[in-house]
């Protein structure tokens, strides 16, 4: 077997710790082991500081069109009335240009989604959101088709019930922000959420400062469902905080990043921070003046008083832009992945939802968003220049999502007393960032994907019940009966499953189950996927090539070395004296011309 993925994952730190330049790879850019780490080798090349080259190779042979399922990523566990999403990703091989090819996905044996496939030979992910209505069992089906023929068929469960625990949130303040205030009162008496408004040190007087957050401790940050990061500078974010937001969002955690304020998004532009969130942030500055009823009062203040008057006190009486304006706010352009999403849903007495749309005021400057990411609201100035305020991405277990806008107080000042889209769009927005931590005992498999005799990951999280895991117990059930399974305290466990059918893992406490979860285990295939996918795969390669590091190259041109790697140049400067006084014929000639000059005085008198 290839464990291209895995080997990527793996090497590239110990290449670059061994101080390589770059690296070149020959390969077809085909994983046949079978663990699906693309994720975390994306992720290795993109924190590695050497260059990647890529070259497609492979046999040219003969092999039929084929569809091979990699990897389904599907929760156990959803609360009614959100969304969770599905995603597929689909090996096509060979696949002819007049071929049919789909995935059809059942809910309850009712077909729910058909995604289209692409022809020829490459990696393909699709997937959509699936509204979760009302509590019990969804039975999930997808069967892999090309020309009305179904090659194979996988079947898992999603188990949907009402969330019982409150989320907890944390609002980590750099500034004293009027946004504080109102997020308090949005989630002041909230059922459903708790939050805690912690000011980062030096923000407050000595003494006013609640104790402090330990960022640096893991089961400090795993309290919160959601870490709201709010006017943060980078001075007051440590390298220690860094590396912990970095394990709470890969373990499930929730992240929000809020600033309007460019000089802030700025100073994070290339930081370790930035490399969790789904934009980039522009290094770059609104230079344009801007002047509001707060720089009013200070040149009022400063002119006023009976104090000498400055050069500049008369221009700045004058100057019209210091009288009092209204606040002008912008809407949100909501992308189509915002009008589907809960975040921006109304709901109205009919059952029906209208959307949200917020207003704001200042906005950060994002320079690009990060392939993968999704964008849910935009805005465009005068000029018709378009602006990212809004978007997300999935990072690890987790998520990570920026605001680039003021926290939106000023919307909810222009509001009439009986609307309440403030508040709807703050605690949609934070349950739906908390979804990666549910809080509530539930199985994880990172793939529903299993073959007989191939190890599958899974992990429990008792949540709740915590304190109680020594009391339960794990039971597996199918076609080889039930067995009893040992799983670690942490960390994942891998099972094997030797016969193919339906198994079903359960997690019970005192002979109650407390969680469950059904999936399908097939066949071991026993053709290799190599033997079926006879070309390289550039689909899975030009996704690396999305980073700056990385390039694939054609195989049919030679490697130019000194075009990648310049070979350094240095100079090398020698100075050497050569005496010549010590020399026989300048000894020789300076005696000539001196027996000459007397031989010129005896005859003429004098020197010529």
């Known amino acids: 077997e290839t464990d291209l993925f895995g080997l990527l994952a793996r090497e590239t730190e110990r290449q670059e710790g061994e101080k390589f330049d770059g690296v070149l790879y020959l390969t077809d850019g085909v994983d046949t082991a079978g663990r699906e780490e693309f994720d975390r080798a994306f992720a290795a090349l993109a924190a590695s500081g050497m260059q990647h080259f890529f070259i497609p190779m492979t046999a040219e042979l003969e092999s039929p069109p084929t569809l091979e399922l990699r990897k389904i990523e599907c929760p156990t566990l959803a609360y009614a009335e959100t969304e969770v999403p599905l995603s597929f990703m689909v090996r096509r091989s060979n696949l002819p240009p007049n071929a049919r090819a ?39 089906r997808l069967e892999t088709q090309v020309n009305g023929r179904t090659l194979a068929e996988e079947s898992w469960s999603l188990t949907r019930q009402l969330r019982k625990n409150t989320s907890r949130i944390l609002l980590y303040n750099g500034a004293l922000e009027y946004g504080n205030r109102f997020l ?51 001075k007051q974010m440590s390298e220690p905080m860094e590396a912990s937001l970095r394990a709470y969002v890969e373990g499930g955690g929730g992240l929000l990043f809020i600033t309007g304020n460019p000089a802030i998004a700025a100073d994070f532009a290339g930081s370790p921070l930035e490399k969790l969130l789904p934009v980039v942030f522009s290094k770059q500055l609104e230079r344009a003046k801007r002047y ?12 006023s008083g009976g104090r000498k008057p400055t050069d500049y006190d008369s221009v700045l009486q004058r100057n019209s832009e210091m009288r009092y304006k209204e606040h002008p706010l912008k809407e949100f352009d909501l992308t189509d992945t915002a009008r589907e999403s809960p975040i921006f849903r109304h709901p109205l007495p009919d059952g029906a939802h209208r959307l949200i749309r917020p207003r704001f005021e200042d906005l950060a400057l994002i320079e690009s968003v990060k392939p993968g990411a999704n964008v849910l ?5 005068d000029k018709k220049k378009e602006y990212v305020l809004m978007a997300y991405q999935n990072f690890g277990s987790g998520r990570t999502l920026v605001l680039a806008t003021d926290p939106l107080w000023r919307w909810k000042l222009k509001m009439a007393s009986d609307d309440h889209s403030f508040e709807l769009f703050w605690k949609n927005l934070l349950s739906w960032l908390a979804l990666g931590r549910t809080g509530d005992a539930a199985w994880i498999l990172p793939n529903r994907l299993a073959q007989a005799g191939v190890p599958v990951e899974v992990r429990f999280r008792p949540a709740e019940y915590a304190d109680l895991r020594e009391k339960l117990v794990f039971m597996r059930h199918g076609p080889e009966g039930a067995t009893q399974l040992i799983l670690p305290a942490e960390g994942a466990a891998e099972l094997e499953f030797s016969k193919p059918g339906e198994y079903r893992l ?102 010529l």
Request: proline share 5%; net charge negative; charged share 30%.
């Open 292 to 303: 509001d009823v707060r720089t009013a009062g200070i040149a009022r203040l400063i002119t």
């Open 506 to 607: 359960t997690a019970e406490l005192e002979g109650k189950i407390i969680a469950e979860t059904v999936f399908q285990v097939n066949a071991r295939e026993r053709k290799s996927r190599e033997e079926t996918a006879l070309e390289p795969d550039l689909a899975t390669l030009k996704r690396f090539a999305t980073l700056p590091n990385v390039e694939v190259l054609d195989a049919a041109e030679p490697f130019d070395l000194d075009k990648h790697f310049p070979p350094e140049s240095l100079e090398i400067k020698e100075h050497e004296e050569l005496p010549l006084w010590h020399r026989p014929w300048l000894f020789g000639l300076a005696a000539g011309l001196a027996v000459l000059e007397w031989l010129l005085r005896r005859k003429y008198g004098a020197l």
């Open 184 to 234: 308090r009162q949005v989630f002041t008496g909230e059922a459903g959420a708790k939050l805690d408004i912690v000011f980062a040190p030096g923000v407050l007087r000595e003494g006013a400062q609640p104790e402090a957050v330990a960022f640096g401790t893991k089961e400090e940050l795993d309290k919160y469902d959601v870490i709201v990061l709010l006017n943060l500078n980078r």
């Open 377 to 381: 609201a935009t805005a465009r100035d």
């Open 102 to 140: 789909s995935l059809r996905v059942y809910a309850d044996d009712r077909l729910w989604r058909e995604f289209p496939l692409t022809t020829g030979t490459g990696l393909q992910t699709v997937g959509a959101r699936f509204a979760v209505k009302g509590t019990g069992e969804t039975r999930f």
